[in-house]
Structures are given as structure tokens and as C-alpha cells.
């Protein structure tokens, strides 16, 4: 416990980058991108399966680029999207040399980690709820908290023994009840016209957070491996620290642009 607090402390400049938003906070995203495509590719290769990383940087680069110059042209997402997945159907055109799952798991880290990850930019990007940011680290950080204490306390029955057998149905009660209030007391103070919305985000984000993490969990099983990586001590890798941010990113997004604007 002591090495995931003093780990979870170090991340804390990390929210310097989230405040200060813009560059700063698309930097930190392609960051995350990077590592966490070389992280998810590495657990791939362990079971003999090689996606391609140059097809999937590749992919990233064009992804922000198009974010640059052409933001408001949402239609050229889709075509990157179809390009994307294009790109890692060609790459097995080598039968001979690769496999059909070297393809697909290109697929999945294009979409799993490059495009899930880049919802952060665009909830940045929504102008006047951009302050929204917010919600996903709370809704993603305080339901892994809240869900780690109080299964560690009061847990008694397994949530998912076969994926991840710490996880108790206790600690997921927990953790979703904890965003919720961290979510609601966010709302509050800081955007009370909208507070109910930060509830709704809350209770929304802590499903789809644990929702992430059993997720990276069931992926690392398949893979045959523990961490992602050894980056952050205490916590593994990028993605191990960043698989539920994977997951609530796109439910605030969608959240702000389908139901307030």
C-alpha cells in the first residue's frame, strides 16, 4: 500500500499539465500514447502475436495533426479511422510471415489506446465545458481509490475472482459511491449550474472506470502477463495507471457533447 500511495503522489505534477491544458495537455496525451502503444504491443508480442508499431504511430501522428488543422471536420476522423484500420489489414499481406491476429491486435491498439486516449484533447476542446476535464480523473482516480479502501476494509465477496481476485463487490459499491461525491462536490463548487450533470458523470464514470480496469485486467490474463511495464513503481506501466482514464475520457466526452450542448 505504501509504494501504490508514494507512486500515486509522484503523478500528482501530472495535473499541472491537465490544469494548464491547450499543447500541454496534448503533449501529455501523445506521451501516453507512445508508451502505452509500445506497452499494449510488447503484451501482444509474449504471446507470439506482432502487431505493427510503425502502422500505429503512424496512425497517432495523423490523428493530432488532424486535431491541428482541421478540428472542426469531424468526418475526417472517420476517414482516419477507415485509413487505420485499411493500414492494419494491408500489413498482413505477408501471409507468409504474419498472422491474422498480428493485424488485429493492431486494430485494437489503434482504438483502445490512441483513440480512447484522445478524448482527453477533445474534452479540452469543448470551450465552456472544457472545465469538465476534471471529471475524468476524478470519476476514473477517486473510483479506483475509494474502491481499493473500502474492499481493503471491508470486502468480503469477490467482484471478478477470475480477472483480477483483489477486486471485491464491496470495493466497486465503494468506488462508485466515492466519484460520485468527489464528482458532486466538484459540481458544487465549481459548476453548480450544472452539478446534477457532474452526479450524472460520476456515477456513469465510476461504472465505465472499473468497467476499464477489468478490461487492461482480462487483456494482461490473455497476454500471460502482470504490469503493462515497470514505469511508475507500485502501478506498472502507463496503461496499468491510465486503463480507466481509457474508458471514462469518451463517457465524459460524448456525455457533454450528446446531452448539454
Known sequence: MKTRIISGLCMVPLL????????WLTAMCIFV???GIREFFNGFKAMDIHPSEPIAYVSMFVLYMINGFWPQYHEFILAWLAASIMASSIYIFKINERKLEDGMATMLGIIYVVFFSYHVVLVDQTQEYSILIWLVLL??????????FTGFFLGRHK?????????????????????VICCGLFG?????????HCVMIGFIGAILS????????????????????????????????FDSVLFTAPVVYYYIVIILL
Open 188 to 196: 458544487y463548487f465549481v459548476v453548480p449550474m450544472i452539478w446534477l
Open 210 to 241: 472499473q468497467c476499464g480496469d477489468l478490461t487492461a485486467s482480462a487483456y494482461k490474463r490473455k497476454m500471460g502477463i502482470k504490469d503493462y511495464g515497470n514505469l511508475i513503481p507500485g502501478h506498472g506501466g502507463i496503461l496499468d495507471r
Open 159 to 179: 467482484l471478478c475472482p477470475n480477472l483480477s481476485p483483489k477486486k471485491t463487490i464491496e470495493g466497486a459499491v465503494g468506488g462508485t459511491i466515492g466519484s
Open 33 to 35: 500514447g507512445l508508451v
Open 16 to 23: 499541472v499539465l491537465v490544469y494548464l491544458g491547450g499543447y
Open 139 to 148: 470519476s476514473a482516480f477517486c473510483t479506483d481509490i475509494f474502491a481499493y
